[in-house]
């Protein structure tokens, strides 16, 4: 009775959002989502299994235009699932970048193999091509292909690459959902593919990931793995969807920036200790990543409520990447003029996605003050070759010094959001700003 209540109170403040737009993006607003969303809950549909998770996969499949998708609790749990069903030997290598997450590395050394970096180019922040080569040995198995910053690798080179060595590409598209080589959504350029759909990636199910193939072999053994995971305990996934919303609703818009910092501060003060245990499960599971430990459940499932989330956003991600992509130009134009430097990619094969705009400074602490003044949250990853700067990199298998390129950019890069809720004319106005005081 009182659950068919709220039902009923969460689905008139579903309509009332109704009209209102998505901020520069259009559409529905998130705050309409956020609504129908918690009404689902209210109305009993599952946070674990169920019905919309095959619906989201379907659609995945579709938008990226490969037969199978299948979905996992982070991007990172994606890749290991595609390892462990290559049936590979343990100590068999993996090429990855020297410029990349930590979880990246971890899920292929939880597989039992070896991750092997190559450095990567200061042009478009991705793995140097000329050098993997190099790096292939008897044992080599795979190359990541990482979209960084969601800008493509050359895919025709690496293709000639993989048909020369006879080693398949696995993509990294955990910054690119929606970038394009030559017309055609990345994911479906190697044998497999693996993207993330955490909280600040191209669209949000809070966290959660899936992976991408044609080969139906692999997709097999794929299923087979998804279906032997398990869920996040039911806290978790509350936990999440109630984040979602939070997010969906509030979140990203520069006006409301430090009123939301301090709702933030204000919510972790006031949490009694068992609370904070619940709320803090990312805490806990980000030490046992940067300290390359393994935490459960991994692999996890995407629950049923989530997926939902992802097939929402979904619908609107071509209109959202428009967004992104007219902001990045107008950088490109801008902050190139100054001397800045920016991705260098081939504009005739390329259309990256843009999960955050990149740039390359000759020391970041003017511009990151210059960017408070703005409200606009200076991004600082990737700042470091495994990401982020606690990992243990004698852990992660990465020497010192390996990757001199990745190294340089750890330390130089800055990102600047360039999502629905940013405005084109704030961005013009701090690029103004930075080229009147002669930033660089
Ligand atoms: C380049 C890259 N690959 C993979 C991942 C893993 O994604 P997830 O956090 O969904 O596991 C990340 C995470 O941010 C990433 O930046």
């Given amino acids: 009775m009182i659950r068919t209540k709220i039902a009923n109170a969460l689905r008139i403040a579903a309509d009332a959002c109704r009209p209102y737009q998505y901020t520069y993006v259009g559409g529905t607003s998130q705050a309409h989502d956020a609504f129908v969303l918690l009404r689902k809950w209210a109305a009993g549909e599952s946070l674990g299994d169920g019905r919309y998770i095959g619906q989201y996969e379907d659609a995945l499949a579709r938008y990226h235009r490969v037969r199978y998708a299948v979905s996992f609790g982070a991007g990172r ?92 590409i696995i993509e990294d598209g955990a910054h690119a959902i929606g970038a394009r080589w030559a017309g055609r959504p990345v994911g479906g350029f190697g044998l497999a593919a693996f993207f993330s759909t955490e909280g600040s990636k191209m669209f949000s199910t809070e966290r959660g990931g899936y992976a991408l193939t044609d080969d139906a072999a692999l997709h097999e053994r ?10 996040f305990p039911p806290r978790q996934e509350l936990y999440c969807l109630w984040r979602w919303c939070y997010r969906a609703a509030l979140c990203g818009y520069p006006l409301l920036q430090p009123r939301t910092r301090t709702f933030e501060l204000l919510a972790k003060r006031l949490s009694l200790a068992g609370v904070m245990r619940v709320l803090t499960f990312d805490a806990a599971n980000y030490a046992c990543e940067i300290n390359c430990r393994r ?108 990757c001199p390129e990745g190294e340089y950019l750890s330390g130089h890069i800055l990102n600047v959001p360039v999502h629905g809720r940013i405005p084109r004319a704030l961005l013009e106005k701090w690029v103004a700003r930075a080229r009147a005081l002669y930033l660089e």
């Fill in 222 to 231: 794929l299923r087979a793995i998804q279906q032997e995971a398990e869920f």
């Fill in 295 to 402: 935490f459960t459940p991994y692999p996890a499932r995407l629950g049923n409520l989530m997926a939902y989330a992802g097939l929402r956003q979904l619908l609107r991600i071509e209109r959202d990447l428009r967004h992104r992509r007219r902001l990045a130009a107008h950088l490109e134009g801008a902050l190139g003029a100054m001397g800045v430097a920016v991705a260098k990619y081939d504009h005739t094969k390329a259309l990256p996605s843009w999960v955050r705009f990149p740039f390359v400074v000759r020391r970041r602490e003017p511009w990151i003050r210059l960017l408070n003044t703005f409200r606009i949250t200076p991004g600082f990853w990737l700042n470091d070759p495994v990401h982020p700067v606690e990992s243990d990199w004698e852990g992660a298998g990465y020497a010192a010094g390996s």
């Fill in 77 to 168: 749990m994606a890749l290991y699932a595609i390892l462990r069903a290559m049936d590979l030997r343990p100590d068999d290598e993996i090429i990855l970048p020297g410029y990349t997450c930590i979880v990246t590395a971890n899920a292929i050394r939880f597989a039992g193999l070896k991750p092997v970096y190559v450095d990567v180019s200061r042009d478009d922040f991705n793995i140097d091509l000329g050098r993997i080569a190099a790096a292939i040995t008897q044992k080599t198995r795979a190359i990541l292909a990482q979209h960084t910053f969601g800008v493509p690798c050359d895919l025709d080179e690496l293709a000639a690459v993989s048909r020369r060595y006879g080693i398949p």
